[in-house]
């Protein structure tokens, strides 16, 4: 089954504390990107990758990291978790450099303390 | 102003009207558009792809292109308590980058 999967799906944490949460796609796409999604503001991109070790930022990257070091993987890192980065996180794929449509994976649900 | 606006909502309709939903964009090189719906708490899953300018048609949705007046609208036929939801316009921002824009999405309440 095609798929984008994410983990893990809820996440309590404390200021401070790193943290990764990963995205795997079976689909062989080559854009990855991920979206924090907050009441008001809508879905806003944060990083995007056109393929392995191309990465670039969306609207909102500050406060996170990516790589891309497999096509099928790209994990969304947190080195210092704010409160302010409590959201509802989604992965997303589309094949070629985008322009296509995206699916989007399950969402990770992130409080921060 | 917003690169994609949308009208809030709730937008209500009785089952079986038909429902409009509007979007506008501001980045005139903009070339794919696309109407995703979201169920609360879940993920965005793809409704229709626009492309070019006039209608597509895929069962009961209609989606319409307008790019000379920088619009996009999702039609839904004989609508049904199961199309509410929220409803999300994506436009591919071609200009220099890669990136997907979102508008803040039109709630769609469908009344039994």
Same mark, same amino acid.
């Given at each position: 089954?095609?798929?984008?999967?994410?983990?893990?799906?809820?996440?309590?944490?404390?200021?401070?504390?790193?943290?990764?949460?990963?995205?795997?796609?079976?689909?062989?796409?080559?854009?990855?990107?991920?979206?924090?999604?907050?009441?008001?503001?809508?879905?806003?991109?944060?990083?995007?990758?056109?393929? /392995?070790?191309?990465?670039?930022?969306?609207? /909102?990257?500050?406060?996170?990291? /990516?790589?891309?070091?497999?096509?099928?993987?790209?994990?969304?890192?947190?080195?210092?978790?704010?409160?302010?980065?409590?959201?509802?996180?989604?992965?997303?794929?589309?094949?070629?450099?985008?322009?296509?449509?995206?699916?989007?994976?399950?969402?990770?649900?992130?409080? /921060?303390? | 102003?917003?690169? @994609?606006?949308?009208?809030?909502?709730?937008?209500? @309709?009785?089952?079986?009207?038909?429902?409009?939903?509007?979007?506008?964009?501001? *980045?005139? @090189?903009?070339?794919?558009?696309?109407?995703?719906?979201?169920?609360?708490?879940?993920?965005?899953?793809?409704?229709?792809?626009?492309?070019?300018? !006039? *209608?597509?048609?895929? !069962?009961?949705?209609?989606?319409?292109?307008?790019?000379?007046?920088?619009?996009?609208?999702?039609?839904?036929?004989?609508?049904?308590?199961?199309?509410?939801?929220?409803?999300?316009?994506?436009?591919? @921002?071609?200009?220099?980058?890669?990136?997907?824009?979102? !508008?803040? !999405?039109?709630?769609?309440?469908?009344?039994?």
């Amino acid at each position: 089954e095609a798929q984008v999967t994410q983990n893990p799906r809820y996440l309590i944490t404390v200021t401070g504390k790193k943290l990764t949460v990963t995205c795997s796609q079976n689909m062989n796409h080559e854009y990855m990107s991920w979206y924090r999604q907050d009441p008001g503001l809508g879905l806003r991109q944060i990083y995007y990758s056109m393929n /392995v070790e191309v990465t670039d930022k969306g609207d /909102v990257p500050e406060g996170y990291k /990516v790589s891309r070091k497999e096509k099928r993987n790209f994990p969304l890192i947190l080195e210092s978790p704010s409160p302010n980065q409590t959201s509802l996180y989604f992965c997303a794929s589309s094949r070629d450099r985008g322009g296509y449509e995206q699916y989007f994976g399950p969402g990770t649900r992130l409080t /921060v303390t | 102003q917003k690169e @994609v606006e949308q009208n809030s909502g709730p937008l209500s @309709v009785p089952e079986g009207a038909i429902a409009s939903l509007n979007c506008t964009y501001s *980045d005139r @090189v903009s070339q794919s558009f696309f109407w995703y719906r979201q169920y609360s708490g879940k993920s965005p899953e793809l409704i229709m792809s626009i492309y070019s300018n !006039g *209608d597509k048609e895929d !069962g009961r949705f209609t989606a319409q292109l307008n790019k000379a007046s920088q619009y996009v609208s999702l039609l839904i036929r004989d609508s049904q308590p199961s199309d509410s939801a929220t409803y999300l316009c994506a436009v591919k @921002v071609t200009s220099g980058t890669y990136k997907y824009i979102f !508008g803040t !999405g039109t709630r769609l309440k469908v009344l039994a």
